[in-house]
């Protein structure tokens, strides 16, 4: 099956400081890449989706411009986290979509997990 | 917007069969899946159901799925201890946008 990377996998961080993590496809072109946040035992939030060579589309409630998204390529998006503060660690996951399935399946990354001290 | 419910735990004993439900509210959904979630992992896919379907079974999973009442169901049969994890459901229309549930944290008992 597709292959979704993330890294890094985890990443600690002092409060006003920037963080970037990167999303790969390794086996395949994502025409659409998704980034979520997950708090502790609750489920995955939507924070925006992004097609390659296009803005991103953030849900309601999500700064565009604390999370940075980009996505430059067919095979890599990045999200970071501009002047992190505390309330900001969480477990980011994204995700890719290829557009080949017949059932607009998600591929998802193993996560990243951002402590902010 | 949609909503997706589910409860939040479930125990059950090995060997037992599992069903945890899950409803939304969105009845334009066009495909509902069912996603496992090991602890500190991303999402793997167990399977999915397209909105026209009432029932899909793949092995030792099987998911019901009532239209009128939009309610979603996986059941595992003969559940084992690598079944532990939490479970998502999730509602998704043609935009490839998902909704998710809460999770259903399952514990399987030796």
């Known amino acids: 099956g597709a292959v979704v990377s993330q890294h890094p996998s985890w990443v600690i961080c002092k409060s006003g400081t920037s963080v970037k993590i990167e999303c790969r496809s390794l086996?395949?072109?994502?025409?659409?890449m998704f980034w979520y946040r997950q708090f502790p035992k609750q489920s995955l939030m939507l924070m925006a989706t992004?097609?390659?060579?296009?803005?991103?589309?953030?849900e309601q409630g999500v700064e565009k411009d604390k999370f940075l998204i980009n996505h430059a390529s067919l095979t890599l998006s990045t999200l970071t986290v501009t002047s992190a503060h505390p309330e900001d660690s969480s477990f980011y996951i994204c995700?890719?979509?290829?557009?080949?399935?017949?059932?607009?399946?998600?591929?998802f990354g193993p996560g990243t997990r951002l402590t902010v001290l | 917007g949609e909503d997706v419910e589910q409860s939040l735990f479930l125990s059950v004993r090995e060997g037992d069969s599992s069903v945890i439900n899950c409803t939304y509210t969105?009845?334009?959904?066009?495909?509902l899946y069912w996603y496992k979630q090991e602890p500190g992992a991303g999402l793997q896919l167990l399977t999915y159901i397209f909105s026209n379907m009432d029932m899909k079974q793949d092995q030792r999973l099987t998911v019901l799925l009532n239209k009128k009442d939009k309610h979603l169901s996986l059941r595992i049969a003969d559940t084992q201890t690598g079944d532990s994890a939490i479970y998502f459901c999730?509602?998704?229309?043609?935009?490839?946008?998902?909704?998710f549930g809460s999770g259903t944290r399952l514990l399987v008992r030796p």
């Open positions: 992004s097609n390659e060579g296009s803005k991103a589309t953030y």
């Open positions: 086996d395949f072109q994502a025409t659409t």
């Open positions: 995700s890719a979509s290829g557009g080949y399935s017949s059932y607009n399946e998600q591929f």
């Open positions: 999730a509602a998704g229309d043609s935009s490839y946008k998902l909704i």
């Open positions: 969105d009845s334009s959904s066009t495909y």
